[in-house]
């Protein structure tokens, strides 16, 4: 039946189980190129991702880390900007029409809102036979059959053909979204956030559903989520987004149980139970300062620069300083970013010039952050000239202060994924598990080593004096 589609087909090579069916290289998305001061929302920014034939990779990051642009952009909802996606040897970024289509039928998408994804004019029979309407796949009698058979895999009944999708709970829309996403018989799914709209309880029926699918189908998952447990569960590899890349990714229990980058270590910290390297036993929960930068001015150097607990300190600096001084000095200038990004839109422009920006926010902030610490002169005087500037409203400017003072190597170099160095470093027994930090690299600590040492330091100096130890 399912040859019988209008669409031509671009590929000449079949899927092969266990070889790659997709090869992602340098990906781009970008969004609104041109617009405001000349520079892209940069959405997904050199992504490079392989995903074989039966297998299911998990995408985890936070909101607006690019991942559901990710999916969108495979599945051809979105235009790339630059990169590659490779299938069969076809680069599916260059495909249109019918050829595009064909594609579509190759790869589906199920999205996260179980409700608002389905037309709720239409009948569940409707909702799902739509996409062989769309490719124009067998007779309208085949279609029938090929609904009713899909409403039995997804363990929903003949008699729902006929309701509407407003007559469901939760779980059963999503079944629908399954059934309408399987129904042209796709090698592969992205699954956008399928479960968290769902209660606990339902969720566990959905990803046993979704398993038991893949088994007897054979399709490879990209399964995009939030919820690092249901990742773990459910992902033979895992890659971990951070401002449109990919900061981190391989085997599954190598990524949870040996993190490599720093902002892997901080997401497992907040997942109960988690006891992996660089993850104190007693469950402290890693905190990251600020929030992620603009994607239209991402960081120079490192994108995890400015948040980042592990982050290099600099060798060439004269003075010795605790811990504690250093973490201060990178909130302080993820401060002075935030309000400098504020003073580029349009609103704070006018607020700057009526003087509305000038508050003392910096001072006060510098004053808790370092208050309690007999600074040396050097480093005291820069920070006064910091608060100086912003209480002018200069705040970039200061932000570029601090940079020059206290900027490290991870201020300057973008950091390409490379797996840990030595056998120490190296994690559960994972020849692909690479990350995108300086710290893989042996003449430096390792994450865990850093994250680690940077924690029981702070809690002992909430407790004590600082005793000035320096590290790096
Ligand atoms: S290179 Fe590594 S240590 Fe440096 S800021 Fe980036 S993630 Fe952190």
């Given at each position: ?17 266990g ?35 039966g ?50 039928r ?5 999205f ?16 799902i ?5 769309t490719h ?40 629908i ?55 773990r ?15 981190e ?7 949870f ?8 270590t ?8 988690t006891?992996?390297?660089g ?12 929030t ?10 490192c994108p ?32 002075l ?5 504020r ?47 912003a209480?002018?409203g ?19 170099i ?10 120490s ?8 598990h ?39």
């Open positions: 039946m399912f040859g019988l589609g209008g669409d031509s087909d671009p590929f000449e090579e079949s899927v092969v189980p070889e790659p069916f997709l090869e992602i290289e340098e990906l781009q998305t970008y969004y609104d190129e041109g617009g405001f001061r000349g520079e892209p929302v940069r959405a997904v920014d050199g992504v490079d991702l392989t995903v074989a034939a297998e299911t990779v998990g995408v985890v990051g936070e909101s607006g880390c690019g991942k559901t642009t990710l999916g969108r952009t495979i599945v051809g909802l979105e235009s790339p900007s630059g990169g590659q996606i490779l299938s069969r040897g076809v680069d599916v970024t260059s495909l249109s029409g019918s050829a595009l289509r064909r594609w579509q190759d790869v589906t998408m199920v996260q809102d179980p409700g608002g994804s389905l037309d709720d004019r239409l009948t569940v029979g409707e909702i036979r739509e996409p062989l309407d124009d796949i067998g007779t309208p009698d085949e279609r029938r059959r090929r609904v009713f058979q899909m409403l039995e895999r997804v363990g929903l009944s003949d008699e729902h053909f006929y309701r509407y999708p407003h007559q469901f709970s939760g779980g059963q829309r999503q079944r979204g399954i059934a309408r996403a399987l129904v042209v018989d796709p090698e592969f799914v992205i699954l956008d956030e399928p479960v968290s709209a769902l209660d606990v309880s339902v969720q566990a029926r959905i990803i046993n559903l979704l398993e038991r699918l893949q088994d007897e189908l054979g399709l490879a998952y990209l399964f995009i989520a939030h919820d690092l447990s249901v990742v569960h459910i992902s033979d590899r895992v890659a971990v987004m951070y401002l449109g890349g990919i900061v990714q391989g085997a599954t229990e190598a990524v149980n040996s993190p490599s980058h720093p902002y892997t901080a997401l497992l910290s907040a997942v109960p139970g006891h992996a390297r993850i104190e036993a007693d469950g402290a929960r890693i905190t990251l300062p600020g992620p930068p603009n994607p239209r001015d991402p960081p120079s150097g995890f620069t400015t948040r980042c607990p592990a982050k290099i300190r600099p060798s060439d600096t004269e003075v010795a300083l605790p811990d504690d001084v250093w973490t201060g000095i990178d909130e302080l200038r993820a401060l970013r935030e309000r400098a990004r003073d580029g839109s349009v609103v704070g422009t006018v607020a700057t010039r009526l003087g509305l920006l000038s508050d003392n926010a910096v001072a006060a902030a510098a004053e808790e952050l370092f208050g309690g610490h007999d600074l040396p002169p050097s480093v005291d005087d820069v920070i006064d000239s910091v608060v100086d500037r209480a002018a200069r705040n970039a400017e200061a932000a570029e202060q601090l940079r020059d003072q206290f900027g490290s190597v991870c201020d300057e973008h950091p390409d994924p490379a797996s840990p160095a030595t056998e470093r190296a994690s559960v027994s994972d020849d692909s690479t990350a995108a930090c300086l710290r893989v690299q042996d003449n430096y600590d390792d994450t865990s080593t850093v994250i680690d040492r940077r924690y029981r330091t702070s809690r002992r100096a909430a407790q004590s004096t600082p005793d000035g130890t320096r590290e790096d």
